[in-house]
């Protein structure tokens, strides 16, 4: 059974950094794209940025020069660097990971339970 565990939210006022961790666990073959998707109250959960295993990156708009995704294929692991933070940065973080638990299995796309990120003074 795969899990996707993150870590890394909180409260942080404006202007602020926060960094948020997400490994993968359990039964895995290949994990193909990695990324961060948000969901603020009230709203649709967005795309933040997503990394391939060969580290092509795609980020919002909105998070554009301000957000920085790496990734550690040998750990399973995704890291979200948040600078400059602002309120409409505020929202539940989701790690994502679409992968392969087997060669033979399709690919899915994993979620994990999220983390709070609050930006406000």
């Known amino acids: 059974q795969v899990q996707l565990v993150e870590s890394g939210g909180g409260l942080v006022q404006p202007g602020g950094s926060l960094r948020l961790s997400c490994e993968a666990s359990?039964?895995?073959?290949?994990?193909?794209?990695m990324g961060w998707y948000r969901q603020a109250p009230g709203k649709q959960r967005e795309l933040v940025a997503t990394?391939?295993?060969?580290?092509?990156?795609n980020y919002a708009d909105s998070v554009k020069g301000r957000f920085t995704i790496s990734r550690d294929n040998a750990k399973n692991t995704v890291d979200l660097q948040m600078n400059s933070l602002k309120p409409d940065d505020t929202a539940v973080y989701y790690c994502?990971?679409?992968?392969?638990?087997?060669?033979?299995?399709?690919?899915?796309?994993?979620w994990g339970q999220g983390t709070q990120v609050t930006v406000s003074s």
């Open positions: 359990g039964r895995i073959f290949r994990i193909n794209i």
């Open positions: 990394i391939t295993s060969g580290g092509s990156i």
């Open positions: 994502s990971a679409y992968l392969k638990e087997y060669i033979s299995t399709p690919t899915y796309n994993y």
